[in-house]
Nanobody
Framework: QVQLVESGGGLVQTGGSLRLSCAAS????????MSWLRQVPGKERETVAS???????NYAESAEGRFTISRDSVKNSMYLQMSRLKPEDTGIYYC??????????????WGQGTQVTVGS
C-alpha cells in the first residue's frame, strides 16, 4: 500500500496563496482516484478537489476558480495550488489515493495531513 506525505501547509493572510504537495512512496500511475480533503473541527471531512486516472477533475464549489489540482507521475506526487485564500479555507488538508482492485475491493491510502491557516 502506498504511503502519502503532505507538505506545504502554513499560515497565510487572506488573499494569499499556498501550494500543497502530496508525495507518494510508490507509483501513482495505478491510482484510480486522488483527492485533497479538508477537515475542520466539528465538521465532516470534505473533498476539496479530486483527479481521476483519466484526468477528470472535480472541485468543491468553494474551491472552484481558486484551487487547481494536478499530479505528476514522474515525481509520484499530487499538488493543490490554492489562490485567493479565505479564512474559511482554514483546516487540515489530507491527501487521499484509491486503487480499485476489483469491483468490490479498493485499496485506500491517507496522508497524515497538513495544517492550512488563513488569517483575516
Amino acid at each position: 500500500q502506498v504511503q502519502l506525505v503532505e507538505s506545504g501547509g502554513g499560515l497565510v493572510q487572506t488573499g494569499g496563496s499556498l501550494r500543497l504537495s502530496c508525495a507518494a512512496s510508490g507509483s501513482i500511475d495505478g491510482m484510480d482516484l486522488m483527492s485533497w480533503l479538508r477537515q475542520v473541527p466539528g465538521k465532516e471531512r470534505e473533498t476539496v478537489a479530486s483527479i481521476t486516472k483519466a484526468d477528470v477533475i472535480n472541485y468543491a464549489e468553494s474551491a472552484e476558480g481558486r484551487f487547481t489540482i494536478s499530479r505528476d507521475s514522474v515525481k509520484n506526487s499530487m499538488y493543490l495550488q490554492m489562490s485567493r485564500l479565505k479564512p474559511e479555507d482554514t483546516g487540515i488538508y489530507y491527501c487521499y489515493a484509491e486503487r480499485h482492485l476489483s469491483a468490490h475491493h479498493s485499496q485506500r491510502s491517507w496522508g497524515q495531513g497538513t495544517q492550512v491557516t488563513v488569517g483575516s
